[in-house]
C-alpha cells in the first residue's frame, strides 16, 4: 500500500468534510498529532478505528486502503486481481504441500526400514525388538495418513470423461487404486470411473 497516497486522500476527504486535524482527531477520540502522521504517509490509521475514521469520512475501507474513490468497475477490477493472486497463491501452497507429501512417505519409509534392520541386526531381548518393530510401523502409519491427507486436498483431480475437477473424499484417495498421483475413481460430476490425474488450478 502506498503510505503518502492514502494520506494524501485522508487530507482531501477531510477537507471535503471541512474539518480540520484537531476536529476530526476528536471526533476519533485520539491526537491531532495521529493524524497528522497518517496526512504525511507516515503511518497508516490502525485498524481498531478504520471503520470509525471511514463513517467519519464518508469512504469505504476499500477506497482508504486504494487511497481513491473506488467506482464500480475498478471495484470489479481489484476485486478480480485480489482473486486471481489468492488462486495464485492457494496453486504455490498446493506445490509445496504435495513436495512435503513426498518427503513425509520417504521419511516414513526410512525410519520403518531402519528400525526395522536395527531390531534385526542389533543386540537385544526379543520385547525390544519387538517394540522397535512396532515403533516403525507406527511412524510409517501415521507418515502415510499425513501424506494421504495432502494427497487429498492438495490442488484436484480430473475426470477423464467429463474434464470436472474435484477434490475427492479421504475415503477415495484410500480405497483407489492408484500408480503414483494417478487414482482409479469415480467423478462425483459425470458419476463414471477413469484414471485420473493429479492437477494443480482449478480450472
Request: glycine content about 6%; proline content about 1%; some cysteine.
Amino acid at each position: 500500500m502506498d503510505q503518502v497516497k492514502i494520506g494524501k486522500f485522508i487530507t482531501d476527504c477531510r477537507k471535503q468534510k471541512n474539518l480540520t486535524q484537531m476536529q476530526l482527531a476528536e471526533m476519533l477520540n485520539i491526537t491531532d498529532r495521529a493524524v497528522s502522521k497518517w496526512e504525511t504517509g507516515k503511518s497508516l490509521p490502525d485498524s481498531s478505528i478504520m471503520l470509525s475514521l471511514c463513517h467519519t469520512l464518508g469512504i469505504t475501507v476499500n477506497d482508504l486502503l486504494s487511497g481513491e474513490v473506488v467506482t464500480m468497475d475498478h471495484y470489479n477490477i481489484e476485486l478480480e486481481n485480489k482473486l486471481i493472486e489468492m488462486v495464485r497463491e492457494k496453486e504455490k501452497a498446493d506445490k509445496r504441500l504435495l513436495s512435503a507429501e513426498v518427503l513425509i512417505g520417504l521419511t516414513a519409509s526410512v525410519c520403518l526400514l531402519a528400525l526395522v534392520f536395527v531390531a534385526s541386526f542389533g543386540q537385544m531381548s526379543n520385547g525390544q525388538k519387538i517394540a522397535l518393530i512396532a515403533l516403525g510401523f507406527i511412524l510409517f502409519l501415521a507418515g502415510c495418513f499425513y501424506a494421504l491427507r495432502i494427497e487429498q486436498v492438495a490442488s484436484y483431480y480430473e475426470c477423464q470423461h467429463c474434464r470436472h475437477r474435484y477434490v475427492p473424499t479421504f475415503k477415495a484417495i484410500t480405497m483407489a487404486m492408484h500408480t503414483g498421483r494417478t487414482r482409479y475413481m469415480r467423478c462425483p460430476e459425470c458419476g463414471k470411473k477413469s484414471w485420473q490425474k493429479k492437477v494443480i488450478s482449478k480450472e
